[in-house]
């Protein structure tokens, strides 16, 4: 059981930034797949973003169309998710998802763990 324990978010006028950060409890995320999804009120959960192992020693990042070139996702102990240039749109509750296997997984479904999420809100 891998349990991931979401920080980072908060309340920032749009143009601002903010940095998430997924971390696993007790133990390394280093072997898994690990991606960014968000659910705005009334919508459902979408993607943001993924580290993902594409074989043992290769990992690609993948993004959204609606956060390219202003988001960023990185790997060291935790995963972290660079937000720049917020949008009011941006708002919603983001959560961390960990998966094995490889592959992107741009689905929900495709994650077996979860974090609580975290709520991030731009104002305009």
């Known amino acids: 059981q891998v349990q991931l324990v979401e920080s980072g978010g908060g309340l920032v006028q749009a143009g601002g930034s903010l940095r998430l950060s997924c971390a696993a409890s007790?133990?390394?995320?280093?072997?898994?797949?690990v991606g960014w999804f968000r659910q705005a009120p009334g919508k459902e959960r979408e993607f943001v973003a993924a580290?993902?192992?594409?074989?043992?020693?290769?990992i690609h990042a993948y993004y959204a169309d609606s956060v390219k070139d202003r988001f960023t996702i990185s790997r060291d102990s935790a995963v972290s998710l660079q937000m720049n240039s917020l949008e009011p749109e941006d708002t919603a509750v983001y959560y961390c998802?960990?998966?094995?296997?490889?592959?992107?997984?741009?689905?929900?479904?495709?994650?077996?763990?979860w974090g609580q999420g975290t709520q991030v809100s731009v104002s305009s």
């Open positions: 998802a960990a998966k094995t296997g490889y592959g992107v997984g741009r689905s929900p479904v495709a994650y077996e763990y």
């Open positions: 007790g133990r390394t995320l280093s072997t898994y797949s």
């Open positions: 580290h993902t192992y594409i074989n043992s020693r290769t």
